[in-house]
């Protein structure tokens, strides 16, 4: 049987050598955690999470500009001002970062824009005010108009663009307190509109109070 001599590994020589050689050890350690992390860093930098690009398209005073605002400032900014057109610089909202774009009026002098907004974005997002649409037959017709051109611009060629849409100004309806049944009316409405019941019919279609907390639930279901 060998017998190693431990006196002799552990001599004096080979722990005064081992000292420095674990100095080294954690000294080449942290400079390669540290390039290591750099690169992380200079890589992020180079190339940062991809934004995404929205379009929010509807009837004229329905809430556009006060959605952009909310996405912005994360609350509720009063905008009585009719919109022509505004350009908004990239922002964040919640971890989202949301690209820069422009903000267009609801007039149809705007629908030749319609095609090139739905095409280069991720998000497009259709607003009406639901008050009007249940009081105003002509308003609804309009609706149903702007709602089967924006949908098929979303489902063009089969690009499927994520499509949600809202009813504004909840509060000026009876059903204020009972989101669902004014959804369910414009659906029931909307029955016979075989071009454009997907905007209405869908799990994506909404309901909401600009003004109130509780249009963040539209806002979480867009950006979840």
């Not at 556009?64 to 009585?80: A, C, I, N, P, R």
């Not at 022509?84 to 970062?97: A, N």
């Not at 308003?139 to 499927?160: F, H, M, P």
């Amino acid at each position: 049987m060998i017998q190693l001599d431990v006196p002799s590994i552990l001599n004096e020589d080979f722990i005064v050598n081992a000292e420095p050689m674990q100095g080294f050890i954690f000294t080449l350690l942290s400079v390669c955690g540290t390039i290591a992390l750099s690169g992380i860093i200079y890589g992020y930098a180079d190339h940062p999470s991809p934004s995404t690009k929205i379009c929010i398209l509807g009837q004229k005073e329905s809430g556009k500009t006060t959605l952009y605002k909310w996405l912005q400032h994360g609350k509720f900014v009063q905008s009585d001002t009719q919109t022509s057109t505004d350009e908004y610089k990239e922002f964040t909202y919640k971890g989202h970062r949301i690209d820069s774009g422009t903000d267009i009026g609801g007039g149809e002098a705007y629908f030749y824009e319609y095609e090139q907004k739905i095409k280069e974005c991720d998000i497009c997002i259709f607003t009406f005010d639901v008050y009007k649409f249940l009081r105003d037959y002509y308003y609804r017709e309009e609706t149903w108009v702007r709602a089967d051109l924006i949908y098929r611009k979303c489902n063009e060629g089969g690009s499927q663009k994520r499509l949600f849409t809202i009813g504004t100004h909840l509060d000026m309806t009876s059903f204020s307190n009972n989101p669902s049944q004014a959804i369910n009316r414009v659906v029931d409405i909307s029955s016979n509109q075989i071009k454009c019941i997907n905007v209405f019919n869908s799990s994506n279609f909404m309901v909401a109070d600009l003004r109130q907390s509780g249009f963040e639930n539209c806002l979480k279901k867009i950006f979840n």
